[in-house]
């Protein structure tokens, strides 16, 4: 089997594995589940993958790593720093959005804690991603003098709460847009109506 060949059927087999265990959760779903979806023998499945514990694991770090390039396709073209960290949420949570069974059957069986080391490391290239951000804001004057670190943790934090909310309190997601107003714009009524950053302005 050639290089190309094999980075196929692997493919095959992390999306096959996505839906089987997205759509039965972790602990419902075997190998032969896998192997009948992607449309390989048991045999073969396990010339890729040595358990189904393996697999699981590579799943997700694929989604993180897909995760952060959307996030940076949809997100670096922009100049604007306040429409890039309204796009920054609206493709997280559209990302969450499109994997929520599988990050509902993943945490709510394997818990939180799994992967942690793998998982610290996704969140360090996101806190440097938004930093960037939000120092790129301050110098330019479109952001305040804020703690650009302080900022990033809360930003961080809010989105975080939305996958947690996935596992635990769905009828708690909310709107994107709500999300990026507030986060962007606070609470306080500004005198005069002046002074709002909306992020929706036009180039």
Same mark, same amino acid.
């Given at each position: 089997? *050639?290089?190309?060949?094999?980075?196929?059927?692997?493919?095959?087999? *992390?999306?096959?594995?996505?839906?089987?265990?997205?759509?039965?959760?972790?602990?419902?779903?075997?190998?032969?589940?896998?192997?009948?979806?992607?449309?390989?023998?048991?045999?073969?499945?396990?010339?890729?993958?040595?358990?189904?514990?393996?697999?699981?694991?590579?799943?997700?770090?694929?989604?993180?790593?897909?995760?952060?390039?959307?996030?940076?396709?949809?997100?670096?073209?922009?100049?604007?720093?306040?429409?890039?960290?309204?796009?920054?949420?609206?493709?997280?949570?559209?990302?969450?959005?499109?994997?929520?069974?599988?990050?509902?059957?993943?945490?709510?069986?394997?818990?939180?804690?799994?992967?942690?080391?793998?998982?610290?490391?996704?969140?360090?290239?996101?806190?440097?991603?938004?930093?960037?951000?939000?120092?790129?804001?301050?110098?330019?004057?479109?952001?305040?003098?804020?703690?650009?670190?302080?900022?990033?943790?809360?930003?961080?934090?809010?989105?975080?709460?939305?996958?947690?909310?996935?596992?635990?309190?769905?009828?708690?997601?909310?709107?994107?847009?709500?999300?990026?107003?507030?986060?962007?714009?606070?609470?306080?009524?500004?005198?005069?109506?002046?002074?709002?950053?909306?992020?929706?302005?036009?180039?």
């Amino acid at each position: 089997m *050639n290089r190309r060949s094999a980075d196929e059927t692997r493919r095959k087999i *992390n999306d096959a594995a996505l839906r089987v265990f997205s759509a039965s959760g972790f602990e419902n779903s075997n190998m032969r589940m896998i192997a009948g979806e992607a449309g390989i023998s048991v045999g073969a499945l396990y010339l890729y993958y040595k358990s189904k514990d393996e697999l699981c694991s590579t799943i997700f770090k694929d989604l993180c790593d897909n995760f952060l390039q959307e996030i940076k396709t949809k997100v670096n073209p922009i100049p604007d720093p306040a429409r890039q960290i309204r796009a920054y949420i609206s493709t997280y949570i559209d990302m969450a959005r499109l994997h929520r069974e599988f990050i509902y059957s993943f945490n709510r069986e394997k818990g939180f804690a799994y992967g942690v080391d793998w998982k610290r490391s996704f969140f360090v290239e996101l806190r440097s991603f938004i930093d960037a951000i939000i120092k790129k804001g301050i110098d330019s004057g479109v952001f305040g003098d804020i703690n650009t670190d302080e900022a990033t943790k809360i930003i961080m934090s809010v989105l975080r709460g939305y996958v947690v909310s996935i596992v635990i309190d769905p009828e708690n997601l909310f709107d994107p847009d709500a999300c990026a107003d507030i986060l962007l714009n606070g609470l306080i009524k500004r005198d005069g109506g002046g002074g709002k950053v909306t992020g929706n302005e036009e180039d």
